[in-house]
């Protein structure tokens, strides 16, 4: 499964595009959006593989909205996709490394050509914890194996996150970014700027905390406000 974004200052187009989206069964939908600005503080936290994105938007562009993703992420950005009924700025899209060009109005089989060929080469591709299951972690002077799957939370403390297994916790340099792109979204989820947990050892969400199962025992996580609404959502909790 591979997730997508769709940022139109017109809900007519974002609908559209959610229909079209929702007849793709490799592609999930995580944000859709006319807020070009909640859709960039959004990207701040998740990252999706694709990114259907209106040019002509109040707040900020979508050129300028690209600039960022791409000072973000660098030649490892998401795949952008403009749509846009201005086809004078094929060039400049092209120009900033977008995956594709739709002119609206857009129709369903220029939508799914478009999406097949992603598809297609973000599964050829793969992500990092697709490759690797698991990476080695600096530890008293050692280098110490710890599996993805054994992962139970991760949790930030400045330049340093702590990696908690059931078997163990262990802190190393890395950035909570870089650890939650390396990781696999959909096994793992940002709850907090500080937590990242896997989603398969949550057992119960609150008001403003979750549990989390750690050793046969449960243990109580925060839930950031900013980041409850996409966690609700992902874990399907109405």
């Not at 050129?63 to 030649?75: H, L, V, Y």
């Amino acid at each position: 499964m591979h997730t997508c974004i769709i940022v139109d200052d017109l809900q007519q187009f974002v609908d559209l595009l959610k229909d079209y989206a929702l007849k793709i069964p490799q592609l999930s939908i995580m944000l859709a959006t006319t807020d070009s600005i909640e859709a960039l503080t959004f990207l701040d936290n998740n990252k999706p593989d694709i990114v259907f994105l209106d040019i002509e938007m109040p707040g900020i562009s979508g050129i300028e909205f690209t600039r960022n993703i791409k000072a973000k992420w660098g030649n490892n950005m998401p795949k952008i996709v403009f749509t846009t009924g201005h086809p004078q700025y094929a060039l400049d899209g092209y120009e900033h490394g977008v995956a594709d060009y739709l002119l609206k109005p857009i129709i369903f089989s220029r939508f799914k050509q478009c999406t097949d060929r992603l598809i297609d080469e973000l599964n050829k591709r793969g992500t990092p914890a697709e490759k690797q299951a698991y990476f080695f972690a600096d530890d008293a002077g050692e280098k110490v194996r710890i599996d993805v799957e054994d992962i139970v939370y991760i949790e930030a403390a400045g330049n340093y996150i702590t990696i908690a297994t059931n078997q163990s916790c262990k802190t190393i340099y890395k950035s909570m970014n870089a650890m939650q792109e390396f990781l696999p979204q959909d096994k793992f989820i940002r709850i907090h700027k500080s937590y990242l947990v896997a989603i398969s050892k949550i057992r119960t969400v609150k008001r403003n905390e979750i549990t989390i199962k750690l050793n046969n025992a449960e243990k109580s996580l925060p839930l950031g406000l900013k980041y409850k609404g996409n966690v609700l959502k992902q874990l399907g909790v109405d």
